[in-house]
């Protein structure tokens, strides 16, 4: 899809979502401009040379989607105390997967926790996971981020609470669905900032002079409806801490 594009010889190509899409993107082509929105470390993954001077053809924002799993995992202690093992539910596909996967563990030994791995491809792996959360006695869960979850969080977060496990998530959009909570970047403000940069490369600026931006707005967004449904309390230090509260 990215050699159509260049073939049809557009300005400018935003690739968002995935570090995949944006490495299509540069492979693509070593002259068409291209601007990401991914939630990995542009430099860490060798998307770009370094943040200030990104060199070639490609720049973009890093919402740091990725880079927080570890604090979401500390939120989801916090929210369940009581918890000893943490299902984690990841996509195999994801190029950051084992990665995430890494950090989570050496997390979740710094926090005295346990975690049980279970993995999704397809939508249709979703009742199979949570089944095998639920044998290995999971009592609270980790979504890692994903876009193939988000664009079935609905689902997600229904299974979540049928088999009744609290559920942290990287997005506010799952916290809105009925999520427990979330906690990440504000997307919105992500590729706005990444159509600025488009705008400038439209009247004639270089993806190579544009630093790389990070994200500086985060959202901690509690469901104390949700809460309530799970028998949960949320505790009042993480209740003056939120972003948002959905009564």
């Not at 088999?163 to 809105?176: K, M, Q, V």
Request: hydrophobic share 50%; with cysteine.
């Amino acid at each position: 899809m990215a050699v159509q594009l260049v073939d049809r010889r557009v300005s400018v190509i935003l690739a968002s979502a995935t570090s995949a899409a944006a490495f299509a993107a540069k492979a693509a082509s070593p002259t068409t401009p291209v601007v990401f929105v991914i939630g990995a470390d542009p430099v860490k993954i060798g998307l770009v040379a370094s943040l200030n001077l990104p060199g070639g053809n490609v720049t973009g924002v890093s919402s740091l989607l990725n880079t927080l799993i570890a604090k979401r995992l500390e939120l989801l202690c916090e929210l369940v105390p009581t918890t000893v093992v943490i299902g984690i539910l990841v996509n195999p596909n994801n190029p950051n997967a084992m990665s995430d996967t890494k950090e989570l563990q050496a997390a979740a030994l710094s926090l005295g926790r346990q975690i049980h791995v279970v993995q999704a491809k397809h939508e249709r792996d979703f009742d199979a996971a949570f089944a095998n959360l639920v044998q290995h006695q999971a009592t609270a869960l980790l979504v890692v981020p994903d876009p193939m979850f988000s664009n079935r969080r609905n689902q997600v977060v229904a299974l979540a609470a049928r088999h009744g496990l609290p559920t942290i998530f990287s997005l506010r959009e799952y916290a809105l669905a009925g999520g427990l909570l979330s906690y990440g970047p504000s997307f919105v403000d992500a590729h706005r900032q990444a159509g600025l940069y488009a705008g400038r490369i439209l009247k004639g600026e270089r993806p190579a002079d544009l630093p790389v931006l990070q994200a500086t707005r985060f959202e901690l967004v509690l469901n104390n409806r949700t809460a309530k449904a799970l028998g949960l309390t949320i505790p009042p230090t993480l209740l003056a801490r939120a972003d948002e509260v959905i009564e």
